[in-house]
């Protein structure tokens, strides 16, 4: 099924990434985590879908995606970041594979924190952040996403690992497998995963070579 929804607000997050907040369809409802396939009710743009996180608590009013806009190519992306409040896009129901499991690590690069977003707030709305811990890749601190938000959260379970910006405050280093063994001692909670397919590839199979169970580790199939 598809909805139409209208543009409510639009909030800068960093220098390429805004928060899109629309119109919650009645009785509409989806599980942290979850995406769905989005197009912009534009002319020539209407059936170019794209798959999107929701990144609102699934018991706000209104629905949020936190969305990178790549202005290299005319993209859907690059689109989105011309939107303006009162336009209209059509999404569709949510689907999606990565749902919280319980109290363990997510890894995320880049743009691929967004399903994390949803599954965060969630756990700070509930009181159950617990020991949650997150290790998030970019490229330049300028790059962090809700960086102070998931410093409130998390605390000194949110680990920046940067890898391009020399002199940053935080790890500059890369996420690999040298890396998880000495940041991770327990191999046996669940692990959740999202970036850009290389990166996935990469940090699933490095979670498995020390020990993680394949049943463990949610991340996108």
């Given at each position: 099924?598809?909805?139409?929804?209208?543009v409510?607000?639009?909030?800068?997050?960093?220098?390429?990434?805004?928060?899109?907040?629309?119109e919650?369809p009645?009785?509409?409802?989806?599980t942290?985590?979850?995406?769905?396939?989005?197009?912009?009710?534009?002319?020539?743009?209407?059936?170019?879908?794209?798959?999107?996180?929701?990144?609102?608590?699934?018991?706000?009013?209104?629905?949020?995606?936190?969305?990178?806009?790549?202005?290299?190519?005319?993209?859907?992306?690059?689109?989105?970041?011309?939107?303006?409040?009162?336009?209209?896009?059509?999404?569709?129901?949510?689907?999606?594979?990565?749902?919280?499991?319980?109290?363990?690590?997510?890894?995320?690069?880049?743009?691929?924190?967004?399903?994390?977003?949803?599954?965060?707030?969630?756990?700070?709305h509930?009181?159950?952040?617990?020991?949650?811990?997150?290790?998030?890749?970019?490229k330049?601190?300028?790059?962090?996403?809700l960086?102070?938000?998931?410093?409130a959260?998390l605390g000194?379970?949110?680990?920046?690992?940067?890898?391009?910006?020399?002199?940053?405050?935080?790890?500059?280093?890369?996420?690999?497998?040298?890396?998880?063994?000495?940041?991770?001692g327990?191999?046996?909670?669940?692990?959740?995963?999202?970036?850009?397919?290389?990166?996935?590839?990469?940090?699933?199979?490095?979670?498995?070579?020390?020990?993680?169970?394949?049943?463990?580790?949610?991340?996108?199939?």
């Open positions: 099924m598809s909805y139409t929804v209208e409510l607000n639009i909030i800068p997050r960093t220098h390429n990434v805004n928060s899109y907040r629309v919650k009645r009785g509409f409802s989806f942290p985590g979850q995406a769905t396939d989005l197009s912009i009710l534009k002319t020539g743009w209407e059936n170019e879908k794209r798959p999107f996180t929701f990144t609102s608590l699934p018991s706000a009013d209104h629905l949020e995606f936190t969305i990178k806009s790549y202005d290299d190519h005319p993209g859907v992306t690059h689109q989105l970041n011309s939107l303006q409040k009162g336009d209209k896009l059509e999404i569709s129901d949510p689907w999606g594979a990565i749902a919280y499991k319980g109290e363990g690590v997510f890894i995320a690069g880049g743009a691929g924190v967004t399903p994390f977003i949803a599954i965060l707030r969630f756990l700070q509930e009181n159950r952040i617990g020991n949650n811990k997150l290790f998030f890749s970019n330049t601190e300028s790059d962090i996403i960086h102070d938000e998931f410093s959260m000194k379970n949110f680990i920046n690992v940067i890898t391009q910006e020399p002199g940053t405050q935080y790890l500059k280093t890369k996420i690999d497998q040298d890396f998880l063994k000495a940041q991770i327990n191999f046996s909670q669940p692990f959740y995963v999202c970036g850009p397919d290389a990166f996935n590839l990469a940090i699933l199979k490095n979670l498995e070579d020390l020990g993680a169970h394949p049943d463990s580790l949610v991340f996108e199939k």
